[in-house]
């Protein structure tokens, strides 16, 4: 079940970033690690362990190995690290909102922008990103079938 769902999701995201290669290689890479880390995590999964019970999503799978491993180490020591996980997480969260979403990145920047060039420049000069449409490489995208139902507008706010 988790191969099918998180694998279509992978392929989705990666045609729209990669074209066809990207929805290629996003459904196989998903597919490996929902595979073999809930192989890892069975060892630090106390009795669901040796009840060879897991859970196959990837976010499950690499959180649960750290904190697995960190609940190994003795007293206050696991504590520790189990808060610099915490951490860790809030930061990475906190300079991904900072860094892409307010700064309106955008995955595929070969993509047509609804937005002006002049606001576009103001954008890219503001973040010191460069979003011109020579810099990524383009791959066919899978079409959608005849009769397929044409998505709404992009609005941005």
């Known amino acids: 079940m988790p191969h099918f769902f998180t694998g279509g999701a992978a392929g989705v995201y990666g045609n729209a970033t990669g ?5 290629a290689l996003g459904a196989f890479v998903n597919g490996l690690i929902i595979t073999f880390l809930p192989a890892f995590l069975l060892g630090v999964l ?11 999503d990837a976010d499950f799978g690499w959180l649960g190995l750290l904190l697995g491993w960190s609940i ?9 690290f189990i808060a610099l996980i915490a951490l860790a997480i809030l930061a990475l969260g906190w ?4 860094k892409l979403v307010d700064a309106h990145w955008d995955p595929a920047p070969h993509r047509p922008s609804p937005t002006s060039n002049a606001d576009a420049a103001a954008t890219s000069g503001a973040t010191g990103a460069a979003t011109s449409s020579g810099t990524a490489k383009k791959y066919p995208k899978v079409l959608p ?8 507008a992009r609005i941005d706010h």
């Open 19 to 23: 074209g066809r290669r990207g929805a």
């Open 46 to 56: 106390g009795s669901f362990g040796s009840a060879n019970t897991t859970f196959g």
């Open 72 to 80: 190994h180490a003795d007293g206050a020591l696991g504590l520790v």
């Open 95 to 98: 300079v991904c909102q900072r």
């Open 145 to 152: 079938p005849e009769g397929a139902p044409v998505p709404p």
